[in-house]
Every structure is written in structure tokens, then in C-alpha cells.
């Protein structure tokens, strides 16, 4: 249970990562492409989507509650993939991350590296560093 009340606390992340606001990047930002900030919405919808149903419909919430939800982005209940492996969604190179102790979610490839390089942990990169 303890699992579970965590992923839904991290789904208040989901809107700063994807949220719609139009900006202009700054000198050492990054402007996201729409294609990045579509494939963000879509990779992660399923698992986050879930949350939604009720706790019989709910397949993250079976899946933790059997002990089998695994430290990986999900796609889908049946496909993830663990941290740090990359996928290509929608002609986007995605890499599977977590933000702060329990998230995990797809981002572009694009976007972790620009964070890594200037060394800012993602909860704070996507807030000062990434615009949409």
C-alpha cells in the first residue's frame, strides 16, 4: 500500500513535466520540440491513466499490490523497460528516468542529457532548464 500511495503522490509531477506553457528559451536552456513534449504525454499515459480506475481495474495498483510492479517506465502493463534503457516513441529517442525517490517516467533522450551536462538534478531541470 505504502507503494502504491507513493506513485500517487508522484502523479502530481506529471503536469510540470508536460504542461503546456509557451516560453522562449534563455542561454543555457532548453525549448522543447512539440513532437518531445507529445511523446512525453503519450509514453507515460498508460501507467499514469491507470490511476483513474478503480483498485480492481487499476493494473499498477495489481501489480503492486502482488508485489510485481518492477523499477521501470511502463508503456503499457505488459511492456517496460528498467532505468537507464532507451526506447525510440513516436520519432522520439526516450530514456526511462527517475525523479526523486519513486517516479519513473519516460523523457527524451535530449532532455536528460542537456540536465546531466549542466548537473542539475530532472525535478529541477525540468523547472528552470526545459521550456515547452
Known sequence: ?????????????L????????????????????????AVTNANASYYSAFKQSNEDNWVYQLAQKNELKQHCYLSKDKSLPLGKQTSYQGVEMTCIQIGKSSRIFWPTRWVEHC????????????????T
Open 1 to 13: 500500500m505504502y507503494k502504491v500511495t507513493q506513485l500517487k503522490r508522484c502523479l502530481t509531477l
Open 15 to 38: 503536469p510540470m513535466i508536460v504542461a503546456p506553457i509557451s516560453f522562449t528559451a534563455d542561454a543555457g536552456q532548453l525549448l522543447a520540440q512539440q513532437q518531445e513534449v507529445s
Open 116 to 131: 546531466q551536462s549542466v548537473g542539475k538534478p530532472y525535478n529541477i531541470c525540468m523547472i528552470d532548464d526545459i521550456k
